[in-house]
């Protein structure tokens, strides 16, 4: 029984090889294949070519080893007599893009023998530059005398207009313990952006009393930058004692952080120096409501008794106003304001029979046109 099992499993087995053994090989007779060991046919050799002319400046090249696994095929069944000459390393082959390839191998060499440069790897050079275009497209269709005065009027209104403004920065009543009082602060202008005519006048006085201290000054102003104005010009008091005429030189601008201040020395046609600096800082709550810390600072280089003056540091007002802009025009403000008289002039203060500090709550309009 074993023995018959056994026959059937073979004859089984070798139904099944026949068909493989059948397979058709046609196709990998001119194949020498690495597996196989059957040796391809003899061919008779194809009759030789006389080979072309190479030629002699500029030998091939010989031509790199192909990859792509195929050193193990054999060609003897192709004719290779037919095949073109080796071109020529220096000539470029038709289609080919001469880029730089370099990370492939050698880099193409310039004219100079270095590296190819292009683009901003280029020296600079030294040419001068072309001249800018003085003609104007227009005045090729329209009369240039009319496009000239058409240029002229651009120009004034972008800039070049006379502007002025007349401004009191303070009109307030002062209450104050005793008498009350009154004090302004205003100024005015003519000109363009760059030059102007400054008019600048402050003042106070106690009401049912003559004028306590009034000044004008007339001052030419020239932009030094785009924020500040160096001034020179006069100055006028007019006060208890003798009157003054003060040359005057100065500053005024917009500080870093939009602080405004203001600076100025001044020299009496006796000989007095003076000097003042004031600042103030408009700090928004709102778009109309509007905070203002103010400080002034007075100083004098020597004692003028006859105005009751003192050397150093004469006096300083410190102040806090705070204005509602019913329009920028148009503003009234509340506030406080602490004045001190310090050194020998508050010794002069105190012989007059002054108190030389005084707190006073004010109310006023800020007003411009």
Known sequence: MSRALTALAASTALAFAQPVLAQEHSQHQGMNMPDMQTPAPAKKPAPKKPAPKKRAAKPAKPAAPQSGGMEGMDHSGHDMSQAPPASDPAEPMPGMDMQDHSRHGAAPQSQHGGM???GTALPAGDAAAPPPPMDHFADRQFP????ARARERMMREQGGQIFHQIMFNLAEYRARQGRDGYHWDGEAFVGG???RLWLKSEGEGAFGDRLESA???ALY??????????????RQDFRRGPNRTYATVGFEGLAPYM???EGALFLSTKGDLLGRLEGYYDQRITQRLILQPRVELNL????VPENRIGSGLTDAELGLR???EITRRFAPYVGVTHEAKTGRTADFARADGEDPTTTSFVAGLRIWF
């Open 221 to 234: 102003s020239h932009a030094i930058g785009p924020y500040f104005n160096l001034q020179a010009g006069v």
């Open 259 to 261: 602080f405004e201040v």
């Open 193 to 195: 952006d760059i030059d």
């Open 322 to 324: 705070l204005r509602y």
């Open 300 to 303: 004098a280089a020597q004692d």
């Open 215 to 217: 000044e004008v000054q």
């Open 116 to 118: 190819e440069m292009t």
């Open 144 to 147: 240039q005398d009319e496009m």
